[in-house]
T-cell receptor, first 114, second 115 residues
C-alpha cells in the first residue's frame, strides 16, 4: 500500500449523472494531484493543489471540478461527462518544495462514461 | 518545456536475461528523473529516482538507471529479468509547479517476460 487511497475503484456513469471521486492520503503530505490515464496516451496532469490551494489547472474542461478541503483529502466532482472522458483517474500526493519530492500514487478509479 | 521520450513501446525478454528500457529527456534545467512501474489494475509505484547526486541510481527489485547528461538519457536496466517484472514502465521528468512538482510522463514501455 502506498498510503494513498482512492474510492471508488470502478465507476460507471451516464452523461447526465453527477458523481465524485475521492482521494485520501495518510502520508502527511501537503500537495495533491489528479491525473488522467487514457489508453495509448501519456499520463496527463489535470490539477495540482499545494497547501489546499489550486496551483495548476492544466486546461481541463469545466465538467471536471476539483476540491481540496484539507491536506489529506482531494475530490474530483464530475458532471455531464462525455464518452471520451472514460479513463483511469489517478490521485497522487507529495511534500511541497521541490522537484525531488516523490509523488505517491493511489490505485486509481476506472471510469466508464456511457 | 520538459519532455520525455521512451524509445520502445514494447520490450520482450526471456526470464533470466538482461532488461534494457530506454528513455531520453529534454529539460531546461538540471532535471529530476524517475522511473515508475505499473502492474495491471494497480497504481504507479516508484522504482528509483535521480536528483543530481550519483549518476548511477539503484532502485527496488534489482533495477538501476544511469543518468548521462551528454546523451540526455536515463535508461533503466536489470541484469536478470523475472516473471514478476512484467508490467508497464514510465520514465518521468519533474519540474517545479507552484508549491508542488509537475511530472511529465513518457508514453510507457510494456515489458513482457517469457519463460
Amino acid at each position: 500500500e502506498t498510503g494513498v487511497t482512492q474510492t471508488p475503484r470502478h465507476l460507471v456513469m451516464g452523461m447526465t449523472n453527477k458523481k465524485s471521486l475521492k482521494c485520501e492520503q495518510h502520508l502527511g503530505h501537503n500537495a495533491m494531484y489528479w491525473y488522467k490515464q487514457s489508453a495509448k496516451k501519456p499520463l496527463e496532469l489535470m490539477f495540482v493543489y499545494s497547501l489546499e490551494e489550486r496551483v495548476e489547472n492544466n486546461s481541463v474542461p469545466s465538467r471536471f471540478s476539483p476540491e481540496c478541503p484539507n491536506s489529506s483529502h482531494l475530490f474530483l466532482h464530475l458532471h455531464t461527462l462525455q464518452p471520451e472522458d472514460s479513463a483511469l483517474y489517478l490521485c497522487a500526493s507529495s511534500r511541497t518544495g521541490g522537484t525531488k519530492n516523490i509523488q505517491y500514487f493511489g490505485a486509481g478509479t476506472r471510469l466508464s462514461v456511457l | 518545456a520538459q519532455s520525455v521520450t521512451q524509445l520502445d513501446s514494447h520490450v520482450s525478454v526471456s526470464e533470466g536475461t538482461p532488461v534494457l528500457l530506454r528513455c531520453n529527456y529534454s529539460s531546461s534545467y538540471s532535471p529530476s528523473l524517475f522511473w515508475y512501474v505499473q502492474h495491471p489494475n494497480k497504481g504507479l509505484q516508484l522504482l528509483l529516482k535521480y536528483t543530481s547526486a550519483a549518476t548511477l541510481v539503484k532502485g527496488i527489485n534489482g533495477f538501476e538507471a544511469e543518468f548521462k547528461k551528454s546523451e540526455t538519457s536515463f535508461h533503466l536496466t536489470k541484469p536478470s529479468a523475472h516473471m514478476s517484472d512484467a508490467a508497464e514502465y514510465f520514465c518521468v521528468v519533474s519540474e517545479f509547479s507552484g508549491g508542488g512538482n509537475k511530472l511529465t510522463f513518457g508514453t510507457g514501455t510494456q515489458l513482457k517476460v517469457e519463460l
